[in-house]
Each structure stands twice: as structure tokens, then as C-alpha cells.
């Protein structure tokens, strides 16, 4: 397994492609492990694409293409720009907006990140946003998409550690607005600094403003749709993205009649091209993985943590440090797997609410897609906006400061993260 | 003991920390170190940890040291009529499990199993209790089932045996299962007790209606070709370790259920006594007929000397 | 484009649709009662195949990302050294997942999905091979494209 580290890092260095460096140092486990045979790979790598829930990747990305192609992009920025556009940085601050929206129903940081990369990135870029910052800007906002209701990460926490899932979802409700509010501050400060052009030089009318929501009115209200299709109990949240294809399908070529079939193939082609890069990289580190478990590292780690003899406000930090480690190399649904049942009972025997510990477990996760050397969503954004990860770092950064201190703040007064589940569930 | 173990197995099951089943498990390892002075180590992975249960066995087939808690549904990939242990009301309780275990028939599957396939059953004793349908509505009859769509696993066995009793069986992954309630995706699960509370299944359902259609038989396997690679000595220890822990977890989860019972209710869930069984029984007739497992029945039956 | 680069994305982009459609499809006709037993399966073959011919039209469009800050550093003749190495690596990987690919496939031919017994297992195993042997001409065209060009 150090052998593989090793190699793994070596590749990057050497500036292969991740996903062939990835691939490479997983595949030497097999041939060096005994026990172990080099067909196993093949099987592992395919194995991670007959999972269900992992379709949400893909129909998210192509959703977002279509939407492209479909004319809800240009509407839905036109009406922002209206909205937002006298404040500095207001593509920024719909980016925000945009989703903390789709965060209520999208439940797939990576899914999210990535639609919204494709969605405003090609327009902000040409309002002279770098593609560094607007590929950091889409992967942080992402987190939005764990955090607010529904959500993948919770879900998997809560049925492994036996955690209401009620109530995680209600509780990640407010660190998610609490996130979406600091991203909005983070976002307006780096406008003024960096001069990130306004839009508009004076707030517009509320007349214009009534007659541009009346014309993307349907584009405004596509989140609203799908929430209710999942509400309604037609879609459970891995079919959620295929909805929304069918929905951007419909209104490209029936409300706007915007989408021929040239769009619809562009769209596609586009999409086929973001999927070969996302889920393959998502195919091949399932062999890290798998050597991981094999090797028992999560476990082991998790002994460790157990063994400290802190403050229980320390430990959950030191727990949350671990896993903001952990997760520069992991792959957070697998951290999220593996580290549940072993810190769950943990931070039961040192009294820490576990839905609160939960809400920051699952944020901190995420943020392992967003951070070097693997970073899942952060691959996606980048490659998405055809930037560096040197790039993606040196204009994002402030954006990683802000969801920590977000956490840190969590942590300090658990009542963020509590209240409203104590609200709505009683005992 | 030794550090050093000649024989490490990597164990997996799918179900939750919780679940009686990983202590059963534990225990077992424990079991079989201490006979083999900790030459022969397993190492248990819960929560399908190592894998999903089909890569798990391709894996297993191929001699690597892997082994998995699986049922008859599975194995009824390989020999079609061993689903027939899965169907609906073919057994009523661990006593008959055990003796099913004896039979020619069984005994001969198993061969085949290890010398067709390459999968070694250590044992088949491992009884998680019996399957109920969980709703929003009471459920007396297999006629308050129609319409219902109630999530079940996605092979055959699993979807005639609830079509048989009434229901729509709908295909849906594990981990769904808690957001397709709430959503309404879903009407209702057909589960055991112990999965109310791994998943909290509470919160989004009302009823458990006790219609005993299944009793949930696991099989644990490893591969042949690492079975055959150990010692003879080595393999007594396992299969004997591996059938004294199953019979020790049946029994305790006899006696958790009723503490399952309380607590299911505790949490707000009605629990319905009264359902009509002879009337489930004689629709599950139907799934025999569908799949063609009537003639393994009878020669079942007869064979444990039933009937 | 060569004919196979076309077929190669026009099979993925069929996939893909197929995929989409049957993931949406699975949805509703739970929604109205029928739930399709085989679409779920059918949804993830599907995927399966997009993602491995997908591989190969985001390597031919230089997609894959990679950290090159440390390697932008030498010069010119080591980058291009470097480069080769990694290409050469690459080539040796997707040859060893396109043997092992193809025996996996052979190995799995019992093997079917759960909602679609008919459907043999090798069928979505064959998309690694499949994929890798394209990744690998993809591949093994960069080699020469870098060795035909002058080293500055
Ligand atoms: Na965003
Ligand atoms: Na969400």
C-alpha cells in the first residue's frame, strides 16, 4: 500500500494525467499483494459504474449541457444580472444562489459543481472572471448540495451510524444557509478587491425585473419542478438528474424552441466527453480504495483517534482534522463508509449530539473532493474550465478558508446545526 | 498467540455494525484463532466494507481469500432450484433449517457448488429471522397488498415471491430504501425487525405486519481453491467454528426480536398480529408454479420427512 | 476524425441517451405502478459502456487533468523525456487492463444481472477491454505524434 502511495505521488509529480496515476499505483497493489490477482481491477473499476446512485453523476452533467443548449443558461443569467448586477461580483452571488436552489435537489456535490461549471462558467468568463476562481467558486458552492436537503452523504451516514436521517436533513439546513451567507460575504469581498465588474451601475427597476422573471419564469422555477417530482414521490434522488434532462429537453424544444437537433447532439457530445473524464477517474480510484480497505487504513485510523484522551470539543476537532487529511487522497462517499461505524460509536461514549457531529462529518468529507492532490470535484471543475490545479488553488483559496471557519463555527455552537431538528423532530 | 497468521480471510456482509450478525461473526473469528493459535485470521468487514456481494463472490471463485454472508436467491444463480429455500413459507423455523441442511439433496448442491463453481459453503445455519411487509397501512390479507409497491431485491425468487403474495415488488438498491419511503416513492419494504432499527425505519413507516413470508437463511462461503489450500485440520476448525456461531446467533436473535418488538413500538410503529397466513400461504403457491420449484419442494420435503 | 473515433462517440453518445432515459423511465413507471424490473440494469450497462468510450474521446480531447506545476519547471528536452515515460507507462497499463479485461469477461460469461437473467455479465465486462483498447491507440498515436515532432 506505501509502495502504491509512492507511486501514485511519483505519477503525479511526473504530470500524468491522475486518472492514469491513479490507476497505475492501484493496479501494483494487485500484482505485489498476495492473494490478490490482476483481474481484480478490471472488475473493481467496472463495479463502481453499475452502482445506481453514482448515475446521478452523469444525468446531472448532462442536464446541465442540455440546459446549455436549451436556453435556461442566457435566461436565467439575464435575470440575475438584473437582480445582482448593480452589486460587485454578481455572477458570483448567483452562482451562490444558484446553489443553495439546486442544492434542494441535487444531493451530489461533484453533480453540482459540475452542472453549475458548465452552466454560468462559459458566461462568467466572459465577464472577465478567471477560470481559476470560477472553477473554485462551482466546486465550493457544490457543498451547498451536501449540506441542504437531499443529500447523498447524509443519507449514508445516517443508515450506517444509525442516525435519524430526519433530522440530519434538518440539520444540515442551517450550517447550509449558514455556508451559502459566507460564500455571499466571501464573494462580494474578492469582487471589490479583485475588481470583478459590476453589471449594472445602478439597481434596475422592479418593472424590469417583473417582466425578465415573467420571460425565464420557467427557467426560474426548474429547481421548484424537480423538487416537487421528488416531493411527490415520482423520483427517489438518483433519478432526480435524468428528471431534469427530460425537463431541459422540454423546455428547450417546446417552450423556447431553442433546441434543434444540433444542439441536442452537441449537448450530448459535450456530456459524453465530461462523463469519460469524471466517472472513469471515479472507476479507477476504486482501486486505491479497495487496497485501502483491504489494508484496514480507515480502521486503524479510527482506533487511533479513539485512544486520544481529550476534550470532547477536541477530539470531534481532531476527528474533523483526520478526516480533512484523510480526505486530500480518499474519495469522500468511501471515507463516509468506511470511518462512520467506527467514529459513531466513539462519539456516543463521549456524549456528542450525533446528528451534529454527522452535519460537519459529511461537510468535512466533501471537502476531501475539493482539495489536491485528489480531489474529485475539483478534477471536475478544472477540467471543465480548462484551468490548472495551480490556478484553481491560487484564486480559490479564500473560498476553503471561509468553509472551514464555517465549521469551526459549527463546532464551537452546536445550536446552528441543532436547532431546527429539535424543532421539528420531538425527543 | 501468534502475530503472524499463515491464513488471513477477509469476511464481508452487508449488514449494519449493529445487526447481530457482525458480533456472531467476531465471535467467530475469535473461536477460530484461539484453535489455530492464530495461524488462521479472519478479518470481518461489515456494511458490504470489501465490496458488493456479486464482486465479492466472482472474487471468492477465483481463490482469493475473501468469503461473504450471502442467501439462497444468490445461489440459485448458479443451481436454479436452491431458490427454491428462499420462497415464500417453505420453512417455519431454525429446526427445520438444520435439517434441511442434512438432506441428499442439499448435500449434493453443495458438491456441486464447490466442484462446478468453486464455491465452498462452510455453512447454511445462519437464520436472520423471519421477512414481514412494512406499510403506511395495516396489512391482513394478500388483497390489502395490491397496488402496494413494496421495495424487494431484484432477483427472480425475491420479485415472484412478493408479486405471488399480493404486491408490486419494485427493484431498489439497499441504500434507497430510506428516502424512497419518505419520498413515496415506495409503499412499503419487506424486511426483518433488525432492519427497522439498523435504518430508523420508523420514522417514515407505520405498520409492520407480521406475514412471516420468508425466513431469511444465510449461507457463508468462501472459495474452494483457498478452502482447499488449507490444512484438513484447519478446515474442521472453520466449518465447526462457522456452524456453532450460527446456531448461537439464531438463538439470540430469537430472543431480540421480541426486543425488537417492544422497542419497534416504542418508536411509534403498530405492530399487526392478525394476518390471515393461510391466506398468504396459499398465494405464495404461485411463485413455485412461476419459477418451476414445485418438484424441489416435494423432493425436499419428503426428504426431511415432512409430509 | 477517423470512422472509429465517429463510431466510438456516436455509440457513447447512444449509450448515454439510452442510459438517461431509462434511469427517467425506471422513475415513472414506478410512479404509475409498473415498475420495470430490467431498467435499472439496463441503465447501468448502459453507463458502463459511455464511461469507458467516453474515457477515450476525453483522452483524445486532452480532458484527463493532470499536476504539471513541478514539470513545467525543467527544460524543454526533459518535459519532452518525462512525457514519453509516461505515455510508454500508460500504453503498459491499458495493455495489462486489456488482457486481464478480456479474461474477466470470459470468467463472467455465467454470471447475469439480477433483473435481466438473460443478460450475460461479459456483455458489460467487455467495455473495459473494449475501452482500453482504444485508450490504448489513442495512446500509442501520442507517442508518434511526440516523436515525430523536433525536440527543442
Ligand atoms: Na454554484
Ligand atoms: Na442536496
Known sequence: ?427 | QGSNPTYTLRYNHVLAPTHPFHAAFQKWAQRVAARTKGDLQILVFHSAQLGVEEDIIEQLRRGIPVGQNTDAARMGNYIREMAVINAPYFLQDPAQVERLSKTPSVQRWIDQLASQYGIRVLCMNWVQGARHFMTNRPIRTPQDLRGLRIRTPPAPIWQESVRALGATPVALAFGEIYSGLQQRAIDGVELVYQNILDMSLNEVLRYVNETQHILLVNFQVVGEAWFQRLPKNYQQILVEECESAGRGVTLDIQVQTAKAQREVQRRGMTIVTNTNLEAFRQAGQAAYERLGLLDARRRLYEEMGLR | MSTVHRLEESLALVFLTIATSMVFLSGISRFLGQPLGWSIDLATFCFAWAVFLGADVAFRQDRHVSVEIFVQRLSKPWQRAIKLFNLCLIALFLSALLVYGSEMAYATRFRTFQGIPELSYAWVTLSVPVGSLLLLATTVGKIRQLLKENPA
Open chain 1, 1 to 427: 500500500m506505501i509502495v502504491s502511495l509512492l507511486i501514485f505521488l511519483g505519477l503525479l509529480l511526473l504530470g500524468m494525467p491522475v486518472v492514469f496515476a491513479i490507476g497505475i499505483a492501484g493496479f501494483v497493489f494487485f500484482l505485489l499483494t498476495p492473494g490478490l490477482q490482476p483481474v481484480m481491477p478490471v472488475q473493481l473499476a467496472l463495479s463502481e459504474t453499475q452502482n445506481f446512485a453514482l448515475l446521478a453523476i452523469p444525468t446531472f452533467i448532462l442536464a446541465g449541457n442540455l440546459m446549455n443548449e436549451a436556453g435556461v443558461t442566457r435566461r436565467l443569467v439575464q435575470f440575475a444580472t438584473l437582480l445582482t448586477g448593480h452589486l460587485a461580483g454578481g455572477l458570483g452571488q448567483v452562482s451562490v444562489l444558484a446553489s443553495t436552489l439546486m442544492g434542494g435537489v441535487s444531493g451530489s456535490a461533484i453533480a453540482d459543481a459540475s452542472m453549475q461549471a458548465r452552466v454560468l462558467g462559459p458566461e462568467m468568463q466572459k465577464r472577465g472572471y478567471t477560470p481559476g476562481f470560477i472553477a473554485a467558486l462551482q466546486g465550493f458552492t457544490g457543498l451547498l448540495a451536501v449540506m441542504i436537503p437531499p443529500s447523498i452523504a447524509l443519507i449514508l451516514y445516517g443508515s450506517i451510524g444509525q442516525v435519524s436521517i430526519g433530522r440530519l436533513f434538518a440539520g444540515g439546513i442551517g450550517i447550509g444557509l449558514l455556508l451559502a451567507l459566507v460564500f455571499m460575504l466571501v464573494v462580494a469581498f474578492l469582487a471589490k478587491k479583485r475588481r470583478y465588474p459590476r453589471e449594472r451601475a445602478s439597481p434596475a427597476p422592479t418593472r424590469e425585473i417583473a417582466s425578465a422573471f415573467l420571460a425565464s419564469f420557467w427557467a426560474l422555477i426548474f429547481p421548484l419542478i424537480l423538487l416537487i417530482t421528488l416531493r411527490g414521490g415520482v423520483f427517489v434522488p438518483s433519478e432526480v438528474g435524468a428528471a431534469a434532462c427530460v425537463y431541459a429537453l422540454i423546455l428547450g424544444s417546446v417552450v423556447y424552441r431553442e433546441l434543434g437537433k444540433a444542439g441536442l447532439v452537441r449537448a450530448l457530445k459535450q456530456s459524453v466527453a465530461d462523463i469519460g473524464m469524471v466517472s472513469f477517474l471515479i472507476a479507477c480510484s476504486a482501486l486505491i480504495g479497495y487496497a485501502m480497505k483491504w489494508e484496514m487504513w480507515p480502521q486503524k485510523l479510527g482506533q487511533f483517534l479513539a485512544g486520544l484522551q481529550l476534550e470532547t470539543t477536541l477530539v470531534v476537532l481532531a476527528v474533523l482534522l483526520a478526516l480533512l487529511v484523510l480526505g486530500t487522497v480518499l474519495d469522500s462517499t468511501v471515507m463516509i463508509i468506511l470511518t462512520t461505524p467506527i467514529l459513531v460509536p466513539a462519539m456516543k461514549a463521549l456524549g456528542v449530539d450525533l446528528v451534529h457531529f454527522g452535519v460537519l462529518m459529511a461537510l468535512t468529507c466533501a471537502i476531501g473532493l475539493l482539495t489536491p492532490p485528489v480531489g474529485l470535484s475539483m478534477y471536475a471543475v478544472c477540467s471543465i474550465m480548462r484551468c490548472s490545479v495551480a490556478e484553481y488553488l491560487r484564486e480559490g483559496w479564500p473560498l476553503l478558508v471561509a468553509v472551514l471557519a464555517t465549521i469551526l463555527v459549527a463546532l464551537l455552537f452546536p445550536p446552528l446545526v441543532t436547532t431546527l431538528p429539535n424543532l421539528l423532530f420531538h425527543r
